[in-house]
Structures are given as structure tokens and as C-alpha cells.
């Protein structure tokens, strides 16, 4: 499989919403609970400082994305942050790691200085390993702040790391 990362066009909103919204269904790592239809995902999408997809080159297909926009305003304006969506059927291929490591480089092309994670979910082991393998540094936790789709509480990690 050859995977091309690249700014998302027109064209690939309905992959890309339905990749987003199976992450949203398993209801385990995005905040998330409504579902993105291709009109409101144009306007989501539309909407962030970069959009990116990974396309598997071979099938044409879309395969992942990520979304990248300020964490706050004004003074912080210059943290980031980012969400990441790899479907499940490409999950250990390494997909999430091409989206981050583009994530980086548009970040700093933007004027980021820091990218922060405010909400990774504790149970989100393999997110986490890659992060911390990519010089991401864990904040501390915040006990039991992710509802679970089941009504559990999860712990949640804040993860930054200066670009």
C-alpha cells in the first residue's frame, strides 16, 4: 500500500465524513456525538486552518484525515491542535503516523509553535505510544474527563510538544 498525504478537496468530503463519523460511532477517542453529513462536513472541514487526507494511492481511496486549527485565541492563538481519524480497516499500517508527521510540518508552515492534544483518551494506547514517539509530552490526567460510548468515564492525557 502507498499512502499520499495531501489537502483534501471537494471530492473526497463523503470518504472523509464517513471515515470521521466511524470514529465518532465508536465513540472511544473523539468528543464527538453528531454525526457529519457531507453538507455540514463541507462547512466543518472548510472551516479549519488545514485539512488534510491520506490516500491509498493504489485504490484511490481515502483512507484517513486530520484537521488542524488553533487551540485557542488571541495570546494562545500560537497552540494548535489537531484530530485524527484513520479508518479502521487501515489502523496499524501506520496511516496515523504520515497524518501527524504532515500534521507538523503544516502546523509550523502555519505559525504554530506548539501543537497540544487536549483530549487524548487514556485507553487510546496506540495513539499514545505514537505521540510520545514523536517527541509529544504528556500534560498530566484528568480523571475520568471522556464519557465513553458505554457511559463509563475515561481518564484523558493532554499531550503538546514545541514545534
Excluded at 18 to 35: H, I, K, S
Excluded at 79 to 92: F, T
Excluded at 105 to 128: K, P
Aim: hydrophobic share 40%; with cysteine.
Amino acid at each position: 500500500m502507498t499512502v499520499v498525504v495531501r489537502r483534501y478537496t471537494e471530492a473526497d468530503l463523503a470518504a472523509m465524513c464517513q471515515v470521521w463519523n466511524q470514529v465518532v460511532e465508536e465513540g472511544n477517542a473523539f468528543p464527538q456525538t453528531e454525526l457529519l453529513t457531507e453538507e455540514s462536513g463541507r462547512e466543518f472541514f472548510a472551516a479549519q486552518t488545514y485539512t488534510a487526507v491520506a490516500e491509498d494511492t493504489d485504490t484511490g481511496s481515502v483512507v484517513g484525515l486530520y484537521i488542524l486549527h488553533p487551540n485557542n485565541v488571541g495570546r494562545c492563538g500560537h497552540i494548535g491542535n489537531a484530530s485524527y481519524a484513520v479508518d479502521a480497516s487501515y489502523r496499524g499500517q501506520h496511516v496515523g503516523e504520515r497524518l501527524v508527521r504532515d500534521c507538523l510540518a503544516r502546523a509550523g508552515e502555519r505559525g504554530f509553535r506548539i501543537l497540544q492534544f487536549n483530549a487524548v483518551v487514556a485507553t487510546n494506547t496506540a495513539a499514545r505510544r505514537l505521540y510520545e514517539r514523536l517527541g509529544f509530552r504528556q500534560l498530566g490526567v484528568i480523571p475520568g474527563g471522556f464519557r465513553m460510548k458505554d457511559g463509563r468515564y475515561a481518564d484523558i492525557c493532554p499531550y503538546y510538544r514545541v514545534l
